[in-house]
């Protein structure tokens, strides 16, 4: 379940800390497996815990508290936009609606041809930018025009055409491929 890339990478993290700390690595583990799968299967999870010498459970706490670890098949392109208060009060809920009438889907769903998924997020930080968006957790995306966002989508789109992105979710059998 871990490949040897997977595993240089952790060993790599590891390095930072003291050896009887190993679980001090554990948010970089799941960032790389997630990088590497697209999303944190139980299995993947516990491949994780095993590897880092944690209880399961311990993993689990970590993956599920952050909203970056992804607990089930996301899009190849999460889209993760801001509605908190300054963000909402400079257009996010407007852009909210925007995204989700031009993907055709909700906030925690995915397309059915498996290119995005849309979530809701909290303060990303970058108020002054609002509203704002953060792609796959990495690229954040400031003053979301309803032009800027149908923009980002076609690019995505194409991308996704390409195989870009993360792994991709197979809409044919409910989950990404290998």
């Not at 397309?111 to 002054?128: I, S, W, Y």
């Not at 032009?147 to 995505?156: I, Q, T």
Request: hydrophobic content about 35%; some cysteine; aromatic content about 6%.
């Amino acid at each position: 379940m871990l490949s040897a890339d997977l595993t240089r990478k952790i060993d790599r993290e590891l390095t930072k800390y003291p050896p009887d700390q190993r679980q001090s690595a554990v948010m970089a583990a799941l960032g790389y497996a997630q990088d590497e799968h697209g999303w944190l299967s139980t299995d993947l999870m516990d491949a994780v815990a095993s590897y880092l010498g944690m209880p399961p459970v311990a993993v689990y706490e970590v993956a599920s508290f952050y909203t970056m670890y992804n607990m089930r098949p996301q899009g190849r392109f999460k889209v993760t936009i801001c509605t908190n208060l300054p963000c909402a009060l400079s257009g996010a809920n407007a852009a909210a609606r925007h995204l989700k009438e031009k993907l055709g889907i909700d906030f925690n769903e995915t397309t059915p041809d498996g290119k995005f998924t849309l979530k809701e997020g909290e303060c990303m930080g970058a108020c002054g930018d609002a509203p704002v968006l953060i792609v796959n957790d990495r690229r954040m995306c400031g003053h979301m025009s309803h032009a800027k966002l149908d923009e980002l989508v076609g690019e995505l789109s194409a991308a996704a055409d390409r195989g870009e992105g993360r792994p991709g979710f197979d809409p044919t059998h409910g989950t990404h491929e290998k």
